[in-house]
């Protein structure tokens, strides 16, 4: 077993989170390391919309131009009932007077992810170390000893503080014993990518796009080159069954028309949703941020914005404690009190809101966007609200 050199933050999980957390941290001098179990940052297709409040955050810490050379700016999203053939469409061009940035950003989280990885790679005080998972921790009054396994050994590493942000399956929030209560889906969801411009059979899409198809629904979404489709699929079905050929086929044409060309895809997923949160987001040195503290579904995109915006208030906290003199445990209260109380009222409650007006009562949903369409003042809150804007502003009411 061989030790590393210590550094003040110490970060288990190389993620949106993670690795937002250690550039905004190194970007002020603060020594960090990341530690990702991983063999390079994974070409994960889930998450791939930014928020302005999150194009904001990424403006601030110098990385908004080359994401905007990468993906695909999207100032509309649209409603639609195929049912109805009924389409209502939003303009976050109308928060023009509220952010720099009035619309959503397309663009995959490894996207992100890399472009940090490598920023990170030329900062003499900052280190991503892959293929290492974390595997045991043990902490006292003056910091955090961690254990990460690699392909061929163990190694200890020792910091002022320790950063959970190893996703789901969390081993940091797991050796705290924390709770993470919730509930899972019983549907699976598959997403598929494909390059073929299905916007030519599909003249009301926007970038992108809310579905009902009662009782059915399908999120599609436009990056650079591809539309990404999402959509659930039944609990008895097996992971083999919602990947073959013939269940693409099927998806395409249900979406398409029975007369839709035989399409490719670049990128077929099957996976689990949750929503879950922690019952608390710091214990003592060590605090969970992004996926280790809180799951949600992918309507409305708040998943990995929300562990952004975790990131960006912890790197607050910490560089108050470590650059400041602040009071860590004023600092790190405040960070749980915040991020977890947002958590519950806006993104747990929200996306499982959005869920529902998806899949069982989309026609609430009709009606309450044509009186959106006709309501300036109840339009603009919604924008307000979908942009994560006021949940922003919930947090910073927080003391």
């Known amino acids: 077993m061989s030790r590393a050199d210590h550094v003040q933050v110490l970060i288990a999980g190389g993620g949106p989170s993670g690795m937002v957390l250690a550039f905004a941290l190194a970007s002020k001098g603060i ?5 990702e179990g991983a063999a390079t940052c994974l070409e994960d297709m889930r998450a791939s919309t930014f928020h302005p409040p999150t194009l904001e ?25 195929r049912s109805t053939e009924k389409s209502f ?14 619309y959503r950003l397309q663009c995959e989280q490894f996207k992100l992810t890399r472009l940090v ?23 006292d009054e003056n910091g955090v000893t961690a254990t990460a396994e690699g392909p061929f050994d163990l190694k200890t590493y020792t910091a002022d503080y320790l950063v959970g942000a190893d996703g789901a399956n ?13 509930f899972t889906y019983p549907e699976s969801f598959l997403t598929l990518s494909t390059a073929y411009p299905i916007e030519k059979h599909l003249p009301w899409l926007s970038d992108v ?4 198809d009662p009782p059915n629904w399908c999120v599609l979404l436009r990056v650079p080159g591809l539309w990404r489709i999402l959509l659930p699929q039944a609990d008895d079905a097996s992971s083999a069954d919602v990947l073959s050929d013939a269940r693409k086929d099927k998806v395409f044409a249900d979406l398409l028309g029975p007369d839709a060309p035989i399409i490719k895809t670049e990128h077929r997923t099957v996976y689990r949703v949750h929503q879950r949160v922690a019952k608390s987001f710091r214990e003592g040195r060590v605090i969970l941020a992004g996926d280790a503290a809180h799951l949600n579904n992918p309507l ?18 910490l560089e108050a404690i470590l650059l400041e003199g602040a009071d860590p445990d004023e600092q790190l209260g405040r960070y749980d009190r915040q991020r977890r109380t947002v958590t519950n009222s806006f993104v747990q409650t929200q996306t499982i809101a959005n869920k529902k007006a998806m899949s069982e009562n989309f026609a609430d949903r009709e009606a309450y966007l044509e009186k959106l369409a006709g309501d300036d003042a109840a339009r603009r809150e919604y924008l307000l609200t979908q942009s994560m804007f006021h949940s922003l502003a919930h947090e910073a009411s927080i003391l």
């Open 57 to 81: 955050m990424m403006d601030k810490l110098g990385l908004l131009p080359v994401l905007e050379q990468q993906g695909l700016k999207a100032p509309t999203y649209t409603y639609h009932n």
């Open 209 to 212: 796009n809310y579905v009902a």
């Open 300 to 317: 409305g995109g708040f998943g990995m914005n929300s562990g952004i915006h975790d990131a960006w208030s912890l790197s607050q906290k």
């Open 117 to 139: 990885a490598e920023r990170l790679a030329a900062m003499p005080n900052a280190d991503v170390e892959f293929s290492r998972r974390l595997v045991h921790l043990v902490q």
């Open 170 to 182: 969390s081993m940091v929030r797991k050796w705290l014993g924390v709770e993470f209560d919730g």
């Open 31 to 35: 020594s960090v390391r990341v530690l």
């Open 89 to 102: 469409s939003l303009s976050l061009s109308e928060l023009g007077d509220v952010t720099q940035f009035p």
